[in-house]
């Protein structure tokens, strides 16, 4: 599942045997059917077996980049990605969000599917990303990573599938949880105290805040926003991540005016 222009989130077993950091690992990931392209294995969760690759070069406008979304009961789903061109597309109904235990020993959110395609073993579609319809949306939910044995039959799978949620799966990642970012502001201030003395002020007065950004619950867009959007002019961490998480926290903000409006109208 593509997180950015080179951020790719993926089923750890896919990679058996890969090191972190390898750069001498011919390791080769194909995007929406294009050519494949060199990755490198930026970290791994291997509880939850979710692995995080980062591309050799930027996919651009080449690839679109899914919108992280949630989802309910009855949704309807569809996974795109296949073991090779002869085989069948997955979709079906969503069952609902759930607690996981994986079978690497880790419990993580997840999202139990249900699918159409009855083919009796889902092997070689682990990793890819789950959309919701309709399709134009681009909405993904999550990222397969195991299915459900037949108890009938143990040689094959039943038609239950599990997706690592996708506030599920970049929990299992520090580097893509916001607390970390807002810390590695914090961490940096000192180093751009004197590029932060040539910017305006509320610049500055955002830096001394970074402590009660950390608490979400209390935080506001402006703030929100503002410290998320110079991360990156900042250099304490990659932009990538810095606006993949501009996104999820437009979101959140979003979510949680909504919320408020009612309870003003509601007074």
Same mark, same amino acid.
């Given at each position: ?6 951020? =790719?989130?993926? $089923? ?5 045997? !890969?090191?972190?950091?390898?750069? %001498?690992?011919? =390791? ?6 294009? $050519?494949?392209?060199? +990755? ?12 995080? =690759?980062?591309? #050799?070069?930027?996919?651009? #406008? ?21 073991? #090779? ?8 109904? !969503?069952?609902?969000?759930?607690? *996981? ?20 073993? *889902?092997?070689?579609? #682990? ?39 996708? %506030? ?27 590029? +932060? ?29 503002? !410290? ?40």
């Amino acid at each position: 599942m593509l997180l950015a222009p080179r951020l =790719l989130l993926t $089923a750890l077993h896919c990679v058996d045997g !890969v090191q972190v950091g390898d750069s %001498e690992c011919r =390791l080769q990931v194909s995007v929406a059917d294009r $050519a494949p392209v060199p +990755a490198v294995l930026e970290a791994k969760a291997e509880t939850s077996d979710l692995a995080l =690759l980062k591309l #050799s070069h930027s996919l651009g #406008s080449a690839v679109r980049i899914p919108v992280a979304s949630r989802c309910q009961r009855g949704d309807k789903w569809f996974a795109p990605s296949r073991p #090779s061109r002869a085989d069948p597309e997955l979709a079906g109904e !969503v069952v609902g969000p759930l607690l *996981y235990d994986c079978q690497a020993g880790g419990v993580i959110d997840a999202v139990e599917l249900t699918t159409q395609t009855m083919i009796g073993n *889902y092997q070689g579609y #682990s990793g890819g990303p789950v959309f919701t319809v309709p399709e134009e949306q681009h909405s993904v939910i999550g990222v397969l990573i195991e299915q459900y044995p037949d108890r009938l039959d143990e040689m094959r799978a039943s038609n239950t599938l599990f997706a690592a949620a996708i %506030e599920g799966a970049m929990d299992q990642f520090e580097s893509l949880q916001t607390a970390y970012l807002l810390r590695k502001v914090q961490d940096s201030q000192e180093a751009h105290d004197k590029a +932060a003395a040539k910017r305006d002020e509320g610049y500055k007065r955002t830096l001394d805040r970074v402590d009660t950004m950390l608490d979400f619950e209390d935080a506001d867009q402006r703030h929100v926003s503002t !410290v998320l959007g110079f991360l990156g002019a900042a250099g304490a961490i990659d932009p990538e991540v810095r606006g993949l998480h501009q996104a999820m926290v437009n979101k959140w903000v979003l979510e949680h005016s909504e919320r408020d409006d009612g309870r003003a109208d509601a007074r």
